[in-house]
């Protein structure tokens, strides 16, 4: 068994690594520019500059490395480069990639893009806007060229790139060796150490917000799986034993009932008639509470309580109906066995069936079950801590999706990739322990 977990631990690195480098470079497409712009606007808030302001700019993409290369390796065209990314304005980067697709010739190109940059501190505000528009407004498809006729050395410059054409170029790959200095590198030996970084929308940082939203998921989930399996499992039992009794039906009716239910209609059924006024006023409408900083356990506690009975009500309910349907199945299944009359003949109780044997062997649903539970432990239910306005590692993932945090989403991806797998993990060594007959592969070859 050692060597089955060892194997599916290894595992857990190229899944992870995978999940990783697709985090990151979906990542890449979509914070850079955000991030980049949201610098731009702040700053051009304060000053019209356009020289400062590209100083600036380059200043916060540095600081975050977007100046390096993304991967260890880069495949690009052999007209173009691929250091494009660290000309922060978008436009500006669109147009020198066009300019090369062109020439067919990245030296030329870049040597133009240079001759602008060392021009621009020789003049002054009014000249240097002149000279960035004019080199945004470039239109190459459709062959339409300005001329910078008030910049001459620049103008027989840029005359002279037009009349370059090495088009070959733009079909021959250049392969180039970043090393580690690049940005996958930098970010996931940042994510190894548990650093996540800081959020793009409001700067905190990713750490503090998930470890805040994450106790509050823990504790309501862990409540509400403590009340699903105290109530799903007698009732299953007792119904499976007693089948024709009148409780045994209502509860088949009942938990039917629950389950045919949506848990976000039930969670507004609960507002509306407990919390908002209008029938009964027994219970707040969303939120923890404010708690004062000098109030007693006795009074935080009951603040909470007052406040999570209705998220735990609303997310325990269909659990308890599914725990109850798949366990009842499995149990009847199990009674139909012979070893029950064998373990009844030898004298054993009806307790000690029921819980030694019976339940041991009917317990794959809940193993099953339990694979998927723990990763909902720490992901959240996204609809019942939106609705109820609960500070959990759902409503934190609405949010940030909502707000376009995408070094948040992205790292609660990767956590619940993560326990995903634990999950499955765990259900598989669960299995083998509830009932020996399951072998896992590793033990499995042995046999052989």
């Known amino acids: 068994m050692l060597g089955y977990i060892t194997k599916r631990l290894l595992l857990f690195i190229p899944t992870l ?71 922060q304005d978008k436009k500006i980067r669109e147009n020198m990639a066009d300019l090369a697709y062109r020439i067919g010739n990245w030296e030329k190109v870049n040597a133009f893009y240079s001759s602008i ?22 239109n190459l498809t459709k062959n339409e060229s300005v001329h910078f006729s008030q910049f001459p050395t620049i103008n027989d410059e840029f005359n002279s790139l037009l009349s370059t054409n090495s088009p070959f170029n733009n079909y021959f790959p250049k392969f180039k060796w970043n090393g580690f200095s690049n940005q996958y590198h930098f970010w996931l030996r940042n994510v190894l ?3 996540f970084g800081n959020s793009l929308v409001d700067n905190n940082s990713v750490n503090e917000k998930i470890n805040n939203a ?81 109030s007693s356990t006795w009074q935080k506690l009951i603040m909470r309580v007052e406040h999570l009975i209705l998220p735990i009500i609303a997310l325990s309910y269909g659990s308890i109906a599914f725990v109850y349907k798949q366990l009842k199945n499995s149990i009847e299944q199990e009674l139909q066995k012979d070893y029950l009359l064998t373990a009844r003949a030898k004298g054993l109780s009806l307790t000690t069936i029921k819980w030694g044997q019976l339940f041991k062997n009917a317990s794959f649903p809940l193993i099953t079950m ?42 609660l991806l990767l956590i619940a990739t993560f326990f995903s797998m634990l999950g499955l993990l765990i259900a598989d060594l669960l299995y083998y322990f509830a009932d020996p007959r399951v072998q896992l592969s590793s033990e499995n070859k042995k046999s052989k």
Do not use: C
Request: hydrophobic letters at 45%.
């Open 17 to 87: 690594g995978i999940m990783s480098l697709f985090v990151f470079f979906i990542a890449q497409f979509s914070q850079e520019d955000l991030l980049l712009q949201k610098e731009e606007n702040n700053f051009r808030v304060v000053s019209n500059n356009t020289l400062q302001e590209w100083k600036a700019n380059y200043a916060a993409s540095k600081k975050l490395g977007f100046h390096e290369p993304s991967f260890y390796f880069s495949i690009h065209r052999k007209s173009s480069s691929d250091t494009l990314n660290r000309i």
């Open 117 to 138: 940059k060392s021009t621009l501190p020789l003049l002054n505000s009014e000249d240097q806007q002149v000279l960035i528009l004019n080199f945004k407004s470039l």
């Open 193 to 195: 150490r548990g650093d």
């Open 214 to 294: 994450i106790y509050w998921t823990l504790l309501l989930s862990l409540v509400s799986l403590i009340i699903t399996f105290s109530i799903a499992i007698p009732a299953a039992f007792y119904s499976s034993f007693n089948p024709d009794s009148p409780l045994s039906k209502t509860f088949d009716k009942l938990f039917f009932l629950f389950y045919a239910i949506p848990n976000f209609w039930i969670a507004t059924l609960l507002i509306l008639f407990f919390a908002s006024g209008d029938y009964l006023d027994w219970f707040p409408t969303y939120g923890l509470g404010f708690v004062q900083d000098d």
């Open 370 to 411: 339990l694979g998927g539970i723990i990763p909902a432990l720490f992901s959240g239910s996204f609809i019942i801590e939106y609705i109820f306005s609960i500070p959990g590692m759902g409503k934190l993932s609405i949010e940030s999706i909502l707000s376009r945090d995408f070094s948040t989403i992205y790292i």
